[in-house]
């Protein structure tokens, strides 16, 4: 056999290995769908647990994910469809398993799992920040009580706002796992986080389209850069002018914005969808709650590590970490703080969205094996 034939015939038997392999570990994962009622008896919450198929493991440790902001069911699509990747949870998911790790992922309430996930609007007008925070403690309290999950070695996920979420809890001692590990991670309000995106890192925005450093940004300026960020268009940002004069002139007019959906938000219903999913209850949160995420989690006593991106553009870590690091001194065991270059808020490539990227995905999954390998060998 020639040189070239063989090295071909070697590559193909390499990746059917690999195939096989794959196909191994997919199958040697066992899927048990839930139903849990939530506490105010609206609806049930609809979730998974997978777990590894090893007959001679009694328990596992598992890993609980509470997502972010978005129409989440537990796959948490956060990014184009067309990437594992993109599938956070999910892909997360699958790399703990093979490590032995079980999860637990669960659907927002009102929101179903199918490839388009359908909004229940009856279900969502429901939806508090309290009850989310209820939501999630349901599925906490299920799958610590599960026969094949050592409550020992929990370990909670949080995703950008469900770090908010989790912090509450974790501050109430209503949950109290081994560890809490961050994604795109809170450190300040979510007050004090919201403002601030809506104000300075928007203008901060547009003022990267000065291209000529000129110290004035005109509305063509502005289209020639295509959307500021995924779902933010130059049009939204025009000025009624033609040109922001100064920066100043802008940071004015977008405080006047704020100020006035402010005002509009604290008048409306609690329960009156504001925009098709989340209700004015839920919008309040992000005007009136002034806890500071970092300051919470001081009351808590496990491991904390924090992964964001360098170029998150909702929780960027030059404003986020030193929340934590000022309060260091307060905390039973110092958070670690893991900042990714060049990843965003997904700790994929784009500043917002997935996919995401293997190697952070991976630098995540480690953390969570050292945080249950310590409590593993702290047990015995």
Do not use: C
């Not at 059917?16 to 939530?38: N, R």
């Amino acid at each position: 056999m020639e040189k070239r034939k063989l090295y071909n015939y070697i590559f193909v038997i390499l990746v059917s290995i690999a195939v096989l392999a794959t196909h191994k570990a997919i199958a040697s994962i066992q899927i048990q769908e839930f139903k849990i009622p939530t506490k105010d008896k609206v609806t049930v919450l609809t979730g998974q647990l997978d777990q590894p198929d090893n007959s001679d493991k009694e328990k596992y440790p598992a890993v609980i994910m509470m997502p972010g902001t978005g129409r989440f069911n537990r796959d948490a699509l956060f990014g184009p469809k067309t990437s594992e990747k993109s599938f956070l949870f999910k892909y997360l998911g699958q790399l703990l398993n093979e490590r032995g790790i079980a999860t637990v992922r669960y659907d927002y309430r009102g929101i179903s799992f199918t490839e388009k996930p359908v909004i229940d609007s009856n279900i969502r007008q429901t939806v508090t920040p309290e009850n989310q925070r209820e939501d999630f403690l349901q599925v906490y309290n299920w799958a610590k009580s599960h026969p094949k999950i050592d409550e020992k070695n929990l370990i909670v996920l949080g995703l950008s706002e469900g770090s908010f979420h989790v912090s509450v809890l974790a501050s109430e001692a209503r949950i109290n796992p081994k560890g809490i590990v961050f994604i795109g991670g809170i450190g300040e309000s979510p007050a004090s986080g919201f403002r601030y995106r809506l104000i300075d890192r928007n203008a901060n925005l547009v003022w990267d389209r000065d291209y000529n450093q000129d110290g004035i940004v005109t509305n063509s300026e502005l289209d020639k850069g295509g959307n500021l960020l995924v779902g933010y268009s130059p049009q939204m940002f025009y000025s009624p002018n033609g040109k922001w004069s100064s920066k100043e002139e802008l940071l004015d007019y977008l405080t006047q914005g704020y100020e006035l959906l402010k005002s509009n938000t604290l008048k409306q219903p609690e329960k009156q969808l504001a925009d098709g999913w989340n209700t004015n209850s839920w919008w309040r949160m992000w005007f009136t709650d002034k806890r500071i995420v970092a300051e919470l989690l001081t009351k808590y006593k496990g491991r904390i590590v924090i992964h964001n991106g360098s170029i998150d553009s909702q929780t960027n870590p030059l404003r986020e970490f030193p929340e934590y690091e000022s309060r260091k001194h307060l905390y039973a065991i110092p958070p670690k703080l893991v900042k990714h270059e060049n990843l965003g808020h997904a700790l994929g490539v784009d500043p917002t969205l997935g996919p995401m990227d293997e190697e952070a995905a991976t630098a995540v999954v480690d953390d969570i094996e050292k945080i249950i390998q310590e409590t593993t060998q702290s047990s015995r």
